[in-house]
């Protein structure tokens, strides 16, 4: 298998679960991560009760001020590298890119505080105090 045929495969599958458990269990399906080889993948699904916030929703809202964000920044959107990212949770566990965004395709990438604060228009290209904190 090849990563096209693993990203197509992927996509059908949590399509699929949403269509035909979704509903049912009142959960969405969303992908993980993802590995493979030339014989098989495996991938890793994750059921988030519908009207129910994930862990990583749960994260940004608890730190969005701590982040030079709102609570209200969940969701919106900004563009990086030509590509429209939405603001999906965070990861506070993680330093550096603690920020969750997810572009049109549904692939999630990591950004740093100040980058998403830059695209956002909540920090200037010469304001650097949020640069230097760690």
Known sequence: MNRTEVRALVAAAIDTLNHNLGKSFNVSFERGSASFDSNGCSFKVEAVQIGRDSKEVKDFKRNAELYGLEESDLGKTFNSHGKTME??????????????????????????????????????PTDTRSFNQS
Do not use: C, E, F
């Open 87 to 124: 603001i999906i949770g965070a990861n506070p566990r993680a330093h550096r890119y603690p920020i969750l965004v997810k572009d049109a395709n549904g692939k999630i990438w990591k950004y740093a505080v100040s980058t998403v604060q830059l695209r956002m228009g909540k920090l200037s």
